[in-house]
């Protein structure tokens, strides 16, 4: 996660008080009420009180790329177009943590998954969460080992967040980013760059060919799926929802994916409330009833 160099803050300001000296802009309780509001109504995702530093300094960028002097007159502009702005304070106000083969089980579950079926099924997943690629391509690296190469199998793989997206379909990463990975994966699936491009890895096209990527906002009803799912990730998603948003979401994922299908979470997330939907199958791994 990227962040500004700004000026210090007291524990007043961090924890939302009245403006003080020192900030670039001036920044109220108000303020970050409105784009708690905001966020809510175009992402559902909900900001606790103590987010208060953080929307600044995220915020403050769009601010200067905006050209506008303070947060009231950034708000009300947004507010008023329904413009590419938009797309731009979701993703300045998304958070993106990944890694490759992040939650090793998980893997581990999806491809005894994978060959619980007779050969030559097709296989259709959905990633929900594809932040900048680590995630997906993951997935597609225990079907090919588990599945070999010419399965039908295909991945979706989303985000909310444009910017991440892009990098997820380049699929360019820094070297100390796969130190994770075996030597083995390493050399099948990723090309190393030489000369200019010397520390840095792109993965191979036989992985980005199996995968589509496509922006979803998990709250609004225009998701653009017309067949059902066999394994869904929604991984570290809903800790950003209320209970509320959770149950609506994961009754639209529950309507997306086969009877039998795999629904793997964070591990911080349990849905144990929503047990007429999804039966506890694994550790943070949950079967469609």
């Known amino acids: 996660m990227t962040t500004l160099t700004r000026p210090s803050t007291t524990p007043a300001e961090t924890a939302g008080g009245p403006p003080l000296q020192g900030r670039e802009f001036l920044w109220s309780d108000a303020d970050f009420a409105r784009v708690q509001a905001l966020i809510y109504q175009r992402a559902g995702i909900s900001l606790h009180d103590g987010k208060h530093a953080m929307v600044y300094s995220r915020l403050s960028r ?30 300045a106000l998304t958070t993106n943590l990944t890694a490759f083969f992040r939650e090793p089980h998980h893997f581990e579950i999806l491809s005894t998954h994978l060959r619980s079926k007779s050969a030559g099924t097709p296989w ?3 990633c929900n969460a594809a932040s900048t690629g680590e995630e997906p391509y993951s997935i597609v690296m225990t079907a090919l080992e588990t599945l070999g190469a010419k399965a ?8 909310i967040d444009s910017r991440v997206l892009a990098s997820a379909a380049a ?12 030597p083995e994966r390493l050399q099948r ?9 010397a520390g840095m890895a792109r993965v191979k096209p036989e992985l980005q060919q199996l995968i589509e990527f496509l922006s979803v906002n998990l709250v609004r009803d225009d998701w653009p799926f017309r067949e059902p799912f066999d394994v869904v990730f929604c991984r570290n998603v809903m800790i950003y929802f209320d209970a509320a948003t959770q149950r609506r979401v994961l009754e639209r994922i529950h309507r997306v994916m086969k009877p039998g299908g795999l629904l793997f979470v964070g591990h911080a997330e349990n849905f144990s409330e929503s047990r007429d939907l999804f039966t506890l199958r694994g550790k943070t791994v949950y079967e469609r009833r």
């Open 124 to 126: 259709r997943v959905w």
């Open 189 to 197: 699936f990723f090309l190393k760059g030489k000369g200019a491009n």
């Open 171 to 182: 699929g360019v990463y820094r070297s100390e980013n796969l130190k994770g990975l075996s």
């Open 152 to 159: 039908p199998f295909k991945l979706w793989a989303s985000d």
């Open 62 to 91: 769009r601010l200067r790329e905006t050209g506008h002097g303070s947060f009231r007159d950034y708000l009300s502009w947004l507010e008023k177009h329904d413009g590419p702005e938009w797309q731009e304070f979701v993703n």
